[in-house]
């Protein structure tokens, strides 16, 4: 075993249910952050799913240099994220997520 310097990291693949996962979030994020359209994640039946859902969206908007907002409706096991402005970061408390069907 070793470690070498490497020029970059390989991009994500389709390879597994996680690399398809981050690129779903990151394809949502995306369009989000071009429609204003929320996106919801369901079967989110525990905390710890939740969080790590969460944490997901939260570092993958990071990575395409925007913020998001997370909600969670615990009645629904399930997560309700969207794309926001840096300029509205601080209002995003504000933001009307209460969509029907998404």
Do not use: C, W
């Amino acid at each position: 075993m070793g470690i070498t310097k490497a020029e970059k990291l390989p991009d994500i693949t389709r390879q597994s249910i996680a690399s398809e996962l981050i690129l779903e979030i990151r394809d949502s994020l995306v369009e989000s952050s071009k429609s204003g359209q929320a996106f919801k994640v369901d079967e989110l039946v525990d905390d710890k799913t939740f969080h790590n859902m969460q944490q997901r969206i939260r570092t993958q908007a990071k990575k395409l240099g925007m913020n998001a907002s997370v909600r969670r409706a615990k009645e629904e096991d399930a997560l309700y994220f969207v794309a926001i402005a840096e300029n509205i970061k601080d209002n995003a408390k504000d933001l009307d997520l209460s969509y029907e069907e998404i």
